[in-house]
């Protein structure tokens, strides 16, 4: 057993009831991936937790899905001068992931969504708060977000959140300069999380489930990311128990 930071972990235990939950898997074919959407700010370290826990269920053999983020990765750079239009590329990009998951042959166990529907809800919100797009242009757009369809097929929503001083602080480490960014500054960071909190406020309860994970207190990455397993095993688990 080992304490890190805010959640206490015991690696062995972890790894023991995750060699369970696949055992319990591989008995039948899963109908569909457990979809599970990471959303947050900059630097509260949501990139960090995904790529340990992707990389914690693929060495136990789980089949998981991890789409490159959209936002920062795919999204045409062309579109980038265009907020609203490279929001509309983003959200497509989630929409479309999960459509092709549930569908698709692979049968994968674990379906993770760097910035999915919630992550977009957001973002046009902050759009609606800039006046960069009307109320009614928000509110259409955040109704095609929550159609049943992919709404209730992304299982759970994991918000990772920091205080705008402590992403500054993590984004500005070990750097040569310490200039700020259009979206890297205080400011910015504070609009975006006024944001989160009342998107999170108006329809966190619209999501099967939803987890706040605030990393401006003291934890590290392996602890937050085992504690996330431990939640997606608890999905997985109440899932296959609803199967038998």
Known sequence: MTDEGAYAIDLGALRERAESVYADLTRRAPERPLFVEFSGSPKSGKSTCIDIVAHFFRRLQFRVLAPTEGASKRTPYYLKEDLFAF?????????????????????????????????????????????????????????????????LATDAVF??????EVSMRRENAD????????????????????AYDKVRERYSA???????????RETTPQSTAAHVVEMILDLLKEREGKRR
């Open 159 to 164: 918000l990772f959140k920091a205080e705008p």
């Open 175 to 194: 750097k040569l300069i310490a200039e700020p960014g259009r979206a890297m500054n205080p400011e910015f960071l504070r609009l975006l999380n006024e």
């Open 87 to 151: 929001n509309i590329w983003s959200a497509s990009y989630a929409v479309t992931h999960i459509l092709e998951s549930l569908y698709h042959s692979d049968r994968y166990h674990i379906a993770i969504l760097d910035r999915g529907l919630f992550d977009a809800l957001v973002w046009f919100e902050l759009l609606k708060n800039q006046e960069q797009i009307s109320r009614d242009t928000c509110e259409t757009v955040h109704h095609f977000l929550l159609i049943d369809k992919w709404r």
């Open 206 to 216: 619209a999501f099967p489930r939803f987890d706040v994970i605030d990393t401006t």
